[in-house]
């Protein structure tokens, strides 16, 4: 079931965090809202859930509109960063709770006669056969019978996964559900979450700061910074087409080159060498000459001998070996970069070179432009240029708000 | 480390000394012959010869009966507590209202007030309410003092149970009252054992409302009866220390069996700590 957001703004008292956001997501899509602390994700997720209130905008589902409905009329799942199992349940009765939770009546609230009905709902073939085979896709078989605590983390992960699953939800919503988990075992879990929406579908909403699980998970991503929505769309097109240097930064290990640029016609000047741009490049309109920071990650800068050809000269002033690659910085000289979005300007690119480099920190190197994939952004604004992926994903309501990185 | 262990042994066996000294005391002189209770050299040992001071206790007072009164006051008043403490605890813990902090602090102003001064007003309003010389008057009367008592603590209680485990049982569908008494009750079960054990301690023991509320003897409590021994010419030292002893038992047992409870780490598990 589709799941869309129409302007919704949360405040607390004088305070917004969420400005005006706007979003939809269609049917069986997993969309992470993805973003740095504080930024508003999770907040965002929390009032899909009903566990927030929206202070405006609207909320719908499948259609229905469910922003004043409490959380549990929502037909939802949500899995907390901490789990938050019920340490004094089994495994069983813990997946087992929403199902019994459906079948409450008023008098399970009474000791002893209310836990003899719910153990009652617990062992029925129905309730007991939808918990096992939950606990079967999950490798959690043999833990049904202990409480929480006897398990890894992993293991309480997957029951918190099996909560969820075992209702058959309209949508599962997932705060940041893997970040307690070692490396290892996040890189396996977050598998085992991309099958599990493969294999039930439905509408995932998951919230991350890290943008290896939204890159490799997301079928579609909305980039958060402090409340307002950066750019919504395909990994492939934040990727390839960021909407600002905000979002080229935040995307790709090591992240995307900013170079101080002056674009002129079908040419390109940085610092003294002049390059010219691809027939087909995004570029401004017209032929007047306009500032830009030229966008290029890692891979599409190549080293090559000082003086070579229209190379920008530089010193190798760090040499990282990661394995299959090495990554070297190299400070330009006459040329400026910028280091981050907010932050000052250095003079430094990140180069990304196949193998084992065996170049020196202090060497003199040439920087090649390969101006093949490359991004442009307005100098003052940090916006996009000319490009379509801005128009692209304000085309069909699905962003209300872009703010530009400054 | 062994050092240590030692250390903390012997420390251990000295507290434990000192607390239970008192009950042994009574139970050595309970057991010990008229003629050598003033003995310039104490008595350390019991004299078991003496055990016949405890069957006539039965049967020569009306311990048994007081036992039972005292027993019906303590467990009413512990079940009563809890019963009424479970929600307001949950209130201030984790309802935002008008007059929360207010509320809060008239709860702790009940425990500023003495028992004896609230003896009259008591009196007058349990005349009126037909609840003067009965045990469910007696309990109310102690369950008004350990509700507050007992709120506070549960509500520090409940402070500590994550807000996520109550956010997932509403997302499951549970109603708020479920969530109470389904999620918060039972991982605070160490605490509510604890506040059990407070106001069952304070029904067993109370004596200044059981003295003035009750005046049938049948209905008497073991404080009041165990107090009429002392006499004005003569105490039965044997008499009052074997009752005294007695008195003691319930609670320590009721103790025991509720410590178990009394564990920390019951929400290890729910949430990544």
């Known amino acids: 079931m589709a799941i869309k957001l129409q302007n919704v703004t949360k405040s607390f008292g004088q305070l ?15 969309l992470v809202l993805l973003g740095p602390s504080g930024c508003g994700k999770s907040t965002i997720l929390r009032m899909i859930a009903g566990l927030e209130t929206v202070t405006s905008g609207e909320i719908h589902l499948g259609g229905k509109r469910v922003d004043q409905l409490p959380p549990s009329d929502r037909d939802m799942a949500f899995v907390f960063q901490s789990y938050a199992l019920y340490p004094h349940m089994t495994v069983r009765r813990n997946i087992a709770f929403p199902l019994i939770m459906r079948q409450f009546r008023w008098w399970f609230h009474v000791p002893f006669i209310g836990d003899y009905f719910k153990r009652r709902i617990e062992n029925s073939p129905e309730v007991r056969g939808l918990v096992e085979r939950t606990a079967d896709t999950l490798a959690l078989t043999k833990v049904l019978d202990r409480h929480p605590r006897t398990l890894s983390g992993g293991q309480r992960q997957r029951v918190a996964l099996g909560r969820a699953m075992v209702r058959e939800p309209s949508a599962f919503l997932m705060d940041e559900p893997l970040s307690n988990l070692d490396a290892k075992l996040r890189t396996a879990m977050r598998a085992e979450i991309t099958q599990l929406h493969q294999r039930v579908g439905g509408n995932f909403v998951y919230v991350t700061h890290d943008q290896i699980e939204a890159m490799t998970m997301g079928t579609r991503i909305a980039l958060m910074r402090d409340g ?8 492939r097109e934040i990727y390839e087409k960021p909407a600002n240097t905000y979002v080229a930064r935040f995307i790709g290990t090591p992240p995307m080159n900013l170079i101080d640029a002056e674009v002129e016609g079908m040419t390109v000047r940085i610092g003294s060498s002049v390059l010219p741009l691809p027939d087909k490049a995004e570029r401004p309109g017209g032929n007047s000459r306009m500032k830009v920071w030229l966008g290029l990650r890692p891979g599409a800068l190549a080293i090559v001998p000082p003086g070579q050809g229209k190379s920008l000269p530089g010193t190798v002033t760090l040499v990282e070996h990661v394995g299959a690659e090495s990554l070297i910085s190299v400070k330009l000289s006459g040329v400026h970069t910028a280091h981050d979005d907010d932050g000052g300007l250095t003079d430094e690119v ?3 070179v196949p193998g084992y480099s065996e170049l020196r920190v202090g060497e003199a190197v040439g920087i090649d432009c390969l101006l ?28 209300g708000t872009i703010r530009t990185a400054s | 480390m062994k050092h240590n262990s030692t250390a903390r042994t012997l420390a251990v066996l000295v507290l434990l000394g000192v ?7 009574m139970l050595v002189t309970s057991l010990t012959p008229s003629e050598r209770l003033f003995d310039a050299t104490p008595n350390l040992l019991p004299t078991l010869s003496q055990i016949g001071t405890y069957a006539a206790a039965f049967t020569e007072t009306s311990l048994r009966q007081w036992l039972i009164n005292s027993l019906i006051v303590a467990v009413g008043t512990t079940v009563l507590s809890i019963l009424l403490s479970v929600l307001p605890a949950y209130a201030l813990s984790r309802l935002t209202f008008n007059g929360k902090l207010l509320l809060g602090f008239a ?8 028992e004896a001064m609230l003896v009259v007003p008591l ?6 309410l037909s609840l003067l010389n009965t045990l469910l008057g007696l309990i109310l009367a102690n369950t008004a003092f350990t509700v507050p008592v007992v709120t506070w603590i549960l509500k520090g209680a409940i402070d500590g149970v994550p807000s996520e485990i109550e956010e997932a049982a509403r997302v499951d569908g549970c109603s708020r009252l479920g969530i109470v008494l389904a999620v918060v009750v039972p991982l605070i079960a160490p605490t509510l054992a604890a506040a059990a054990v407070i106001a069952f301690f304070h029904g067993w023991n109370e004596y ?30 044997h008499t009052v220390m074997a009752v005294g002893f007695i008195y003691t038992l319930p609670a320590v047992v009721f103790y025991l069996f509720v410590q178990r409870y009394v564990v920390a780490g019951m929400t290890t598990g729910g949430v990544k700590g």
């Open chain 2, 107 to 114: 709860l702790f102003m009940t425990q500023m007030l003495p």
């Open chain 2, 19 to 25: 607390a239970a000294f008192p009950l042994y005391w």
């Open chain 2, 208 to 237: 200044v409302f059981a003295q003035t509320f009750i005046s049938d003897d049948a209905l008497r409590t073991a404080s009041v009866g165990l107090a009429s021994f002392v006499g004005e010419l003569s105490t039965p030292v």
């Open chain 2, 123 to 128: 009196y007058d309003i349990f005349t009126k």
């Open chain 1, 350 to 352: 990140m180069v990304s």
């Open chain 1, 228 to 235: 307002h929505l950066q750019q919504y769309g395909t990994p």
């Open chain 1, 372 to 399: 093949k994939d490359f991004s442009l952004f307005e100098k003052d604004s940090g916006v996009r240029v000319g490009g379509r992926a801005a128009e692209d994903f304000l085309a069909g309501g699905r962003v």
């Open chain 1, 16 to 30: 917004t965090v969420i400005d005006n956001v706007s979003l939809e997501a269609g049917d069986d899509e997993f």
